[in-house]
T-cell receptor, first 111, second 112 residues
Framework: DAKTTQPPSMDCAEGRAANLPCNHS???????VYWYRQIHSQGPQYIIH???NNETNEMASLIITEDRKSSTLILPHATLRDTAVYYC????????????FGQGTTLQVKP | NAGVTQTPKFQVLKTGQSMTLQCAQD?????MYWYRQDPGMGLRLIYY???????DKGEVPNGYNVSRLNKREFSLRLESAAPSQTSVYFC???????????FGDGTRLSIL
């Protein structure tokens, strides 16, 4: 599975959109981009995933560039409860499910 | 709608004691996983079960055994606990191997 690179930390004002970038320049054609987050002392939480097209669900939107070398997770109206570590993971469709969590991005939502 | 339930939530053991961590999911998922997370580190896969009746080693299986009791339940056993196994243990499940995983709240295990 391709390596991903994320900034170590970001701040966002409450109520504003949080845009979290992820680079995955070596991603292959059958690898999905998954986003998870972990709020302090809780289990990781699945957010969204996509292959080529942009995706949206009740939690977030995922924008994948046309060349698939990078993506952005968008939390449209960040709240204090969105403060967490966010992980971007590239996972092939044939992967048995072994998630490799890197260091992720620590998002601090401020009032 | 419980999702993934782990028991116990906290446990303290002495070196050499044995213990089984329990995990159950009510989402009719086929695949289940056990991870450990050490302070300041990401999750590491211990064992996984792609489907009922199968189990496979992950990244750090030494010192652990697992049992996929049925489709709902996947237990993790420490036969002879060691201080290096002090960690937070997370169980997860997914509808299919490689699909989105849903995690429990973890078991915080300390071994003295």
């Amino acid at each position: 599975d391709a390596k991903t690179t994320q900034p170590p930390s970001m701040d966002c004002a409450e109520g504003r959109a949080a845009n979290l970038p992820c680079n995955h320049s070596t991603i292959s054609g059958n690898e999905y981009v998954y986003w998870y987050r972990q709020i302090h002392s809780q289990g990781p939480q699945y957010i969204i995933h996509g292959l080529k097209n942009n995706e949206t669900n009740e939690m977030a939107s995922l924008i994948i560039t046309e060349d698939r070398k990078s993506s952005t997770l968008i939390l449209p109206h960040a709240t204090l409860r969105d403060t967490a570590v966010y992980y971007c993971i590239a996972l092939s469709s044939s992967n048995t499910g072994k998630l490799i969590f890197g260091q992720g991005t620590t998002l601090q939502v401020k009032p | 709608n419980a999702g993934v339930t782990q028991t116990p939530k906290f446990q303290v053991l002495k070196t050499g004691q044995s213990m089984t961590l329990q995990c159950a999911q009510d989402m009719n998922h086929n695949s289940m996983y056990w991870y450990r997370q050490d302070p300041g580190m990401g999750l590491r896969l211990i064992y996984y079960s792609a489907s009922e009746g199968t189990t496979d080693k992950g990244e750090v299986p030494n010192g652990y055994n697992v049992s996929r009791l049925n489709k709902r339940e996947f237990s993790l056993r420490l036969e002879s606990a060691a201080p290096s196994q002090t960690s937070v243990y997370f169980c997860a499940s997914s509808e299919r191997p490689g699909g989105p995983q849903h995690f429990g709240d973890g078991t915080r295990l300390s071994i003295l």
